[in-house]
């Protein structure tokens, strides 16, 4: 039923960037980007809602970017300035594919329900 498939992984030099790509099967309405590295908790990275309002954590700052082309169903993360602390599996996350209705759930986990399978990133120094 919902498929998220994320690509544009792959290694990369501190300072270096990389464009991620998340193909979904339906409309995208709340979407979010997740990262896990081993031993680490799950932590939200970017996130934007059904109005194409953004959130960012703190540790991110300006070096991340979310975007969506709602006409391909694709959900984009530009990371500029990337540092070996970003090494991580990287997931596409959403409440949903369709469309209406508003939702705002920021860097929640829990709020997101279908996930993709992640894509790997490794930064060296």
């Known amino acids: 039923e919902v498929r998220l498939q994320e690509s544009g992984g792959g290694a990369v030099q501190a300072g270096g960037s990389l464009k991620l790509s998340c193909a979904a099967s339906g409309p995208l309405r709340c979407v979010a980007w997740f990262r896990r590295s081993p031993g680490i908790e799950t932590a939200g990275v970017a996130s934007i809602n059904s109005l194409g309002d953004t959130h960012y954590p703190d540790t991110v700052g300006d070096r991340f970017r979310i975007s969506k082309d709602d006409a391909a169903n694709t959900l984009f993360l530009q990371m500029d300035n990337l540092k070996p602390e970003d090494t991580a599996i990287y997931y596409c996350?959403?409440?949903?594919?369709?469309?209406?209705?508003?939702?705002?759930?920021?860097?929640?986990?829990?709020?997101?329900?279908?996930w993709g399978q992640g894509t790997q990133v490794i930064v060296s120094s």
């Open positions: 996350a959403a409440d949903g594919v369709r469309h209406g209705g508003y939702c705002d759930f920021g860097l929640v986990q829990s709020k997101y329900g279908y």
